[in-house]
């Protein structure tokens, strides 16, 4: 790759293909650590799976859980989800925004190197 093709902006089109892979691994994130947490809620909380969507989804978002838990394992696994989804939430909106910030860099970085 020469020094020339180094400076050049992503054509429109392939950064529209790196956004679409960036967005699918985004979902694939996201439908993994929901999955998670219906297993975890259905299975050591008792909750139906409707039920079990809704506080996983609810706890992943960020808004907090709805249901209420009675045994220690199913307290300790809706602690554990918690702090995994916070950690998922910032890693999930770094790999969809990651060609964005990445794009916009590199163009200010163009306008600052133009001749």
Do not use: N
């Amino acid at each position: 790759m020469s020094h020339a093709s180094k400076r050049q902006l992503l054509p429109r089109r392939e950064f529209i293909r790196r956004l679409g892979w960036s967005l699918a691994a985004g979902a694939a994130l996201i439908v993994f650590s929901l999955s998670v947490g219906m297993v975890g809620y259905h299975t050591l909380a008792g909750l139906s799976w409707v039920d079990a969507f809704l506080d996983a989804s609810m706890i992943l978002s960020g808004m907090g859980p709805l249901s209420q838990l009675h045994s220690t394992s199913a307290k300790i696994f809706a602690g554990c989800y918690a702090l995994y989804s916070g950690i998922a939430l910032l890693m999930t909106a770094g790999v969809v925004l990651a060609p964005v910030v990445h794009r916009a860099l590199h163009k200010f970085h163009l306008e600052d190197t133009a001749p």
